[in-house]
């Protein structure tokens, strides 16, 4: 220990006061380490899980935070206000989840600033240290990080193409006891996978028969390029006393918004709006306020629109080239939307390793492993395919070929 000379009452430590053991064995993410490291603009990134800054509308979001800041409203919007959110916010959100098939009241709604938000009062919400969360293995990582904060357990559940296995789910309730199971159902982040109608209605059975909290997470639905919806889970009878449905703007809008929403069963309600008081008390009122401004006079549906033709084209730009670049026995997903595709080399590489050769031939991707809760599959990594063109992303992979056959 290092100390001042000064007399001893005043002796002042400079060792670092102990941080919260809750931080033990909680990992940083190597998504925004990786961020850090591909700010070179020679080096094509399928890393990060941008969503494509030109499609932005930046135009329509700067008109919105004039009206929100402008006459009367501009005093209002710069107030404290309720915790719950905007009232017109949650209106029109309400209306946007009634049509996409998830009947919504304003009242069943908590807006949250981004859906991570809401993730983290969540598991002040229903988590007790030791606590088990049952995931869909491999998972988004920022959820694992959360859980771990929380001092909660991971239970992995083993999944295929049409996402999370009922089967698997069942032996983890029954062995596990699980408080809650989280899932990503449509175009999961990492694997790009969705879950089947019928095996959303299979979980949604099982947790209301063992008693789980199911944590629906939703920031992709939209984002659909290739064949038919699936309605949410939350939307299934069994489902209504214990599924919490989360959504946001970041990959619909702009994710610098950080707006988010919670559609909450009524029980869960005054427990979760606790946890937001003492986390921010509320998300921005200006930011509501310009979001609800926004939504008012936009045709989002169109903007969606607009966005989906490009991203489709970008999700077969790099499939193709996948097919054509990558070794043989690899395999990739074929997702029907969002933004991510999952790859699996041969047994003997270790994607970890092969980063630096990637980054050095300019092309980055995540490494696998720190998706997964249990066992890490070692040999995947995953590829965000909306940040670039079509030509640059054929290029990327292109490059990624390369390093792949040395
Ligand atoms: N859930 C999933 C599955 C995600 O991929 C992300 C963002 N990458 C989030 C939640 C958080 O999104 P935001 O806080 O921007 O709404």
């Not at 930046?58 to 206000?81: F, H, I, K, M, P």
């Not at 293995?137 to 990080?145: F, G, I, N, T, W």
């Not at 296995?165 to 175009?187: H, K, Q």
């Not at 989906?308 to 690899?330: F, I, K, S, W």
């Amino acid at each position: 220990m290092e100390t001042v000379p000064v007399p001893e009452e005043f002796v002042v430590t400079t060792t670092t006061p102990p941080l919260s053991s809750r931080l033990s064995g909680v990992r940083s993410s190597p998504v925004r380490e990786l961020l850090a490291l591909v700010s070179n603009p020679d080096v094509i990134s399928f890393a990060g899980g941008l969503p494509a800054p030109e499609l932005f509308d930046a135009d329509g979001l700067r008109e919105a935070y004039v009206r929100a800041l402008s006459g009367t409203a501009a005093r209002r919007n710069l107030q404290y206000a309720a915790t719950e959110g905007d009232p017109r916010l949650r209106e029109l959100v309400a209306d946007r989840l009634t049509r996409r098939g998830l009947p919504t009241a304003p009242d069943d709604l908590l807006i949250t600033t981004g859906s991570q938000q809401a993730l983290t009062l969540l598991t002040t919400a229903l988590l007790d240290p030791g606590a088990v969360v049952a995931v869909e293995e491999p998972s988004y990582l920022a959820a694992l990080q959360s859980f771990s904060l929380a001092g909660a357990q991971v239970a992995g559940v083993a999944g295929d193409a049409d996402g999370i296995d009922p089967d698997a789910v069942e032996e983890v309730f029954r062995t596990r006891r699980p408080a809650v199971l989280y899932l990503v159902p449509n175009f999961a982040n990492p694997t790009g996978r969705t879950l089947s109608a019928a095996r959303r209605a299979r979980v949604a059975e099982l947790a209301a028969e063992f008693g789980v909290w199911v944590v629906e997470d939703d920031p992709y639905g939209e984002l659909r390029y290739s064949g038919q919806p699936v309605a949410p889970l939350a939307a299934h009878p069994a489902a209504a006393a214990n599924t919490v449905h989360l959504g946001s703007f970041s990959k619909i809008g702009a994710p610098g918004l950080r707006l988010g929403w919670a559609r909450l069963p009524r029980e869960l309600r005054p427990a979760v709006v606790v946890a937001k008081q003492a986390a921010d008390l509320q998300t921005s009122t200006v930011d509501q306020a310009a979001a609800a401004e926004y939504l008012a006079v936009t045709d989002l549906d169109a903007h969606v629109a607009r966005v989906v033709v490009a991203y489709r084209e970008r999700r077969d730009a790099m499939l193709a080239a996948l097919e054509r670049e990558l070794p043989a026995g690899a395999r990739s997903s074929r997702p029907d939307g969002g933004m991510f595709t999952w790859v699996e080399l041969p047994s003997v590489a270790d994607t970890a390793r092969l980063l630096p050769a990637a980054l050095a031939a300019g092309v980055a991707f995540v490494p696998g492993a720190s998706f997964f809760a249990g066992q890490a599959n070692s040999c995947t990594l995953r590829l965000s395919f909306t940040t670039h063109s079509p030509d640059r992303t054929a290029e990327g992979v292109a490059r990624l070929g390369r390093v792949l056959r040395q």
